[in-house]
């Protein structure tokens, strides 16, 4: 019913620039919360940013002041602006947001499948 893609990732440079886009579709009602995630190899994954439906944001400490997370609700997409890019940014990117569908009286959570960011030094 809800397909989130990601796209944007790829390889860049230590101290370069990527822009990850996620796009929510399907039968939709209302996003809530949207956000970034990532999983390095052989780590957990964990939380990049976060952004509200009245656009509060919430980031990480090891990416503050490096990545802007932002959303367009018109176009059901959420992304992610990175900065001064780190080979331990490196990770599978995925994107999370809570939705509530036409047919649900509630809202899920839906994760996309990953875009990979790798980092060289």
């Known amino acids: 019913q809800v397909q989130l893609v990601e796209s944007g990732g790829g390889l860049v440079q230590a101290g370069g620039s990527l822009r990850l886009s996620c796009a929510a579709s399907g039968s939709i009602f209302s996003i809530n919360t949207m956000g970034w995630y990532r999983q390095a190899p052989g780590k957990q994954r964990e939380l990049v940013a976060v952004?509200?439906?009245?656009?509060?944001?919430n980031y990480a400490d090891s990416v503050k002041g490096r990545f802007t997370i932002s959303r367009d609700n018109a176009k059901n997409t959420v992304y992610l602006q990175m900065n001064s890019l780190k080979p331990e940014d490196t990770a599978v990117y995925y994107c999370?947001?809570?939705?509530?569908?036409?047919?649900?009286?509630?809202?899920?959570?839906?994760w996309g499948k990953g875009t990979l960011v790798t980092v060289s030094s």
């Open positions: 999370n947001a809570r939705i509530t569908t036409m047919s649900d009286y509630y809202a899920m959570t839906y």
């Open positions: 952004i509200t439906s009245g656009d509060s944001t």
